[in-house]
């Protein structure tokens, strides 16, 4: 997927965190589209999206939206967002801006709400849960690559879904869970596909400075 948009999250971070001197200009999500020669054309106008950033591989933090903003505005929002912004991780600090830290920038799609709760694949599939249990809501998400990146079995995502969600259940209980809640009707699931972006951050010096050059 396009290396412009990632480069577009870390422009945007750099600039909100002041990491370049006062002497360097800030660059458009169409620079680096003309620079890389991608066709923006090629992706959706509006799409749900989410930014995770990592560092030494690890997660660092990761928020997203599932309502269709424009491509560059809600990149924009979120690179800053999920950086700043994700309750669970102090924030990203200007010292952070370096060859550990990478970004990946994921469209969301092709959204289908699915009564199996087995109806979807790993490594391809997102997932997303709404349900409410005895007068509390309960809602979670995991992007497409989680499960194949934690090296999950379905059963074992399912139920760390729940975990995401803040709900507290036995394993051994979830599949009877998922069941019952689907039958029944209380409970939403949908798997949905990502078109998934990556660059760290040598990356996107790089490619930064092939717009730089005079």
């Avoid at 005895?134 to 992007?143: A, K, M, Q, R, V």
């Avoid at 194949?148 to 599949?175: G, H, P």
Wanted: hydrophobic share 35%; glycine share 6%.
């Amino acid at each position: 997927m396009s290396k412009a948009l990632c480069c577009y999250a870390f422009e945007t971070l750099i600039n909100k965190l002041n990491v370049l001197d006062s002497q360097s200009s800030k660059h458009s999500m169409k620079n680096y589209f003309d620079i890389l020669q991608e066709n923006i054309h090629q992706l959706p106008k509006q799409a749900p999206l989410f930014i995770t950033w990592n560092k030494n591989d690890h997660l660092r933090g990761c928020i997203g939206t599932f309502q269709n903003l424009p491509i560059e505005s809600g990149i924009a929002k979120f690179s800053i967002s999920s950086a700043l912004n994700d309750p669970r991780f102090p924030p990203i600090s200007k010292s952070e801006i370096n060859s550990k830290l990478s970004v990946s920038v994921t469209l969301l799609e092709n959204f289908i709400e699915i009564k199996d709760y087995y109806d979807w694949t790993i490594g391809l599939n997102g997932l997303k849960i709404s349900f409410n249990y005895d007068n509390e809501h309960y809602s979670g998400t995991f992007l497409p690559s989680v499960a194949e990146d934690q090296d999950w079995d379905k059963l074992t995502t399912l139920y760390y879904l729940l975990q995401k969600a803040e709900f507290s259940i036995a394993k051994k209980n979830v599949e009877g869970f998922y069941k019952k809640g689907l039958k029944e009707g209380w409970m939403k699931l949908s798997r949905y596909d990502g078109v998934k972006g990556h660059l760290d951050y040598d990356g996107f010096i790089k490619i930064r400075q092939m717009i730089d050059k005079p």
